[in-house]
């Protein structure tokens, strides 16, 4: 199967009052935790590299950091290529 790569998915609070740093903390947490799906973190965001489906499960729960934190709409947009 071909490895599907997603660069610099972006997660990112709706609400101006929102600090991103905390979150970002953890989402990056959450990354070292798992082992379904590679990811570098560079100067311009994450690339996330793996089978889609376990890509989208890691976006999915990056997703949800923020709903974990209290803060309301986030959102959520992911660019996608094969090979």
Same mark, same amino acid.
């Given at each position: ?29 959450? /990354? ?19 089978? /889609?489906?376990?890509? /989208? ?13 209290? /803060? ?12």
């Amino acid at each position: 199967m071909r490895a599907e790569r997603f660069t610099s998915p972006t997660v990112r609070p709706r609400s101006a009052s929102a600090s991103a740093s905390e979150y970002i903390a953890e989402m990056h947490r959450r /990354l070292d935790r798992q082992d379904k799906v590679r990811f570098k973190l560079h100067a311009m965001g994450t690339e996330l590299e793996g089978k /889609l489906d376990d890509i /989208l499960v890691v976006v999915r729960k990056l997703h949800n950091v923020p709903f974990e934190a209290g /803060l309301p709409r986030p959102s959520t947009s992911a660019r996608g290529k094969r090979g």
